[in-house]
């Protein structure tokens, strides 16, 4: 597996489009998301753009993986096996790990559901995309 390999510009397609769906989900979701981490629109600050750099490197750094992965695990990279490889790690590592923090954490069930469904979906795109480039 060579970890440079990867069709780069796949990945940084991938991790755009994921980012951008991200910026549409929570401006939908905002309210209930907003009432499930228990704060205000006023509470936010709007001038503070390091949540937004860290969500593109997150996401970035997930499209990667997926791009390494999806060869490594399925033998081949197309779109319906990217979307396998997503959906799968979103199952057995994002999904689970949510669930067992936001327990812990006495987080609402709405906030596990607000976030998981993004990361999904984030998963879901990058590996269709990623795919789409074979």
């Known amino acids: 597996m060579g970890y440079l390999s990867v069709n780069w510009l796949a990945v940084i397609l991938a991790a755009a489009l994921a980012w ?16 499930a981490i228990g704060k205000a629109p006023e509470d936010i ?3 503070d753009y390091t949540p937004y750099l860290w969500s593109v490197l997150c996401v970035l750094v997930m499209a990667y993986f ?9 033998g081949a990279m197309t779109p319906a096996n990217g979307l396998l490889v997503g959906a799968h790690l979103w199952l057995g590592f994002v999904l689970t790990g949510m669930v067992l923090n936001h327990r812990y954490e006495g987080k609402s069930w709405t906030l596990t559901a607000i976030n998981g469904g993004y990361l999904l979906a984030v998963l879901l795109i990058e590996g269709g995309i990623i795919g789409l480039f074979g």
């Open 20 to 35: 951008a769906f991200g910026a549409g989900w929570y401006m939908v979701l905002a309210r209930p998301w907003l009432a």
């Open 66 to 74: 997926i791009a390494l992965l999806t060869p490594a695990i399925t």
């Open 45 to 47: 600050n709007r001038a």
